[in-house]
Every structure is written in structure tokens, then in C-alpha cells.
């Protein structure tokens, strides 16, 4: 089946830094999703990509769909503590979009 | 608007007991999911139903594990009987058309002692 490969797994960083994580596949994908996850909570979407080379901000955030169809970035500009979580790029092909593919997350750490 | 609703948050329970987890979907949503989410092997969709009808149960365990969609606004899974690496987060999702983002639901943390 498709996999995705996510990283970093995790960072560390300082309030007011940049971060950045990506996910790269085997396949191509059609669809990019970012998700973020707090404790005790489900994912919540942050960012959806569907052309390839799109470029999609949410206030801090900025995802793009790479041009090769086979990965995406997302970017986080002057984090905060609140930002902290588990976030997860999720990728669906057309010829099964029912199955969406998760990587398996970057868990976020921000030392204020 | 009302998420994906899913209840209850928490179980407990012993080992050989049925456990039936719920979800109503969000209005409108034409597709339901349900994942599992441990820390060994991250979330893994179970299975998923489109109009009520289930497309693609490949990710089912085993024959434990049942899922039904009765109507548009309620899906049950149920595990019966329970074993102890059945112990998870259970999440409920929703998307509304073929390429829509899904919604996810504050999940149920199964435990089976």
C-alpha cells in the first residue's frame, strides 16, 4: 500500500521560531491535508491542498503541494506555546480517494 | 454547527465484554470512517462507509471487530469479545463528497483490562 514518510518526528524549539516538516510518497497524491492533534482531542484540518504547486496559508501556517504530486511542506512562522501538538499531513489518491494515507506525525514541542 | 459526535469519550472494560462505540456524523456528510490510533502503529482507518453503505472493510482486524451504518446520522463499532490489544484511541470521521477533507470527532479511549 502507499506509504508516506513524515518528518521530522518530533522538534523542539523556542517560542518565536520557525518551523518547518515535511511528507514525501512513493505515489502520487491528488489531495494534501494537514492536520493538528491536542491531547484527549481528534485531529483538527489545518490546511487542504488540491493542485499541484498550490501554495495555502492559515494565519501562521503555510502548506504547499509539491509540483511532483509526491510530497508537501508545511510551515509555521512565529510559533507560540498553543502550538504545540502533533500534526499530520494525510494524502488521498483519486483512484481510492475513500482512503486517505497519514503519515505518521511531527510532534511539536515550544519552549516559551 | 455540531461536529462529529462520538460517544462515549471513555471506556473500560474486561476482557470477553462487548464494547459498541458511536458516532453520528456531521450533517450532510456523505462518507464515515472509523480509525484506530495507538502509539506502535499511528492511525490506521478500520473501515469506511459511503451512504451508509460500507466500501472497504480491509482494515478490520479480525472477525471481532463489526461496523454498521444503520442510517445517515449513526454508524456503531462494535468488538465483541474484547482482548486486551484492542486498547486504543477509536476515532469517527466524515467528509462530504468524494474529494472533501474528513472531520474528525473527539474519539473514544478504549480500555480493556
Known amino acids: 500500500g502507499q506509504q508516506l514518510n513524515q518528518s521530522p518526528q518530533s522538534m523542539f524549539i523556542q517560542e518565536g521560531e520557525d518551523v518547518s516538516m515535511n511528507c514525501t510518497s512513493s505515489?502520487?497524491?491528488?489531495?494534501w491535508l494537514w492536520y493538528k492533534q491536542e491531547p484527549g482531542e481528534g485531529p483538527v484540518l489545518l490546511i487542504a491542498l488540491y493542485k499541484a504547486g498550490e501554495l495555502t496559508s492559515n494565519g501562521r501556517l503555510t502548506a504547499q503541494f509539491g509540483i511532483t504530486r509526491k510530497d508537501s511542506f508545511l510551515n509555521i512562522s512565529a510559533s507560540i506555546p498553543s502550538d504545540v501538538g502533533i500534526y499530520f499531513c494525510?494524502?488521498?489518491?483519486?483512484?481510492?480517494?475513500?482512503?486517505?494515507?497519514f503519515g505518521d506525525g511531527t510532534t511539536l514541542t515550544v519552549k516559551p | 454547527d455540531a461536529g462529529v459526535i462520538q460517544s462515549p469519550r471513555h471506556e473500560v472494560t474486561e476482557m470477553g465484554q462487548e464494547v459498541t462505540l458511536r458516532c453520528k456524523p456531521i450533517s450532510g456528510h456523505d462518507y464515515l470512517f472509523w480509525y484506530r490510533q495507538t502509539m506502535m502503529r499511528g492511525l490506521e482507518l478500520l473501515i469506511y462507509f459511503n451512504n451508509n453503505v460500507p466500501i472497504d472493510d480491509s482494515g478490520m482486524p479480525e472477525d471481532r471487530f463489526s461496523a454498521k451504518m444503520p442510517n445517515a446520522s449513526f454508524s456503531t463499532l462494535k468488538i465483541q469479545p474484547s482482548e486486551p490489544r484492542d486498547s486504543a484511541v477509536y476515532f469517527c470521521?466524515?467528509?462530504?463528497?468524494?474529494?472533501?477533507?474528513?472531520?474528525f470527532g473527539d474519539g473514544t479511549r478504549l480500555s480493556i483490562l
Open positions: 494525510a494524502g488521498q489518491p483519486d483512484n481510492n480517494a475513500g482512503k486517505s494515507t
Open positions: 470521521a466524515s467528509r462530504q463528497g468524494w474529494h472533501q477533507p474528513q472531520h
Open positions: 505515489s502520487i497524491f491528488n489531495t
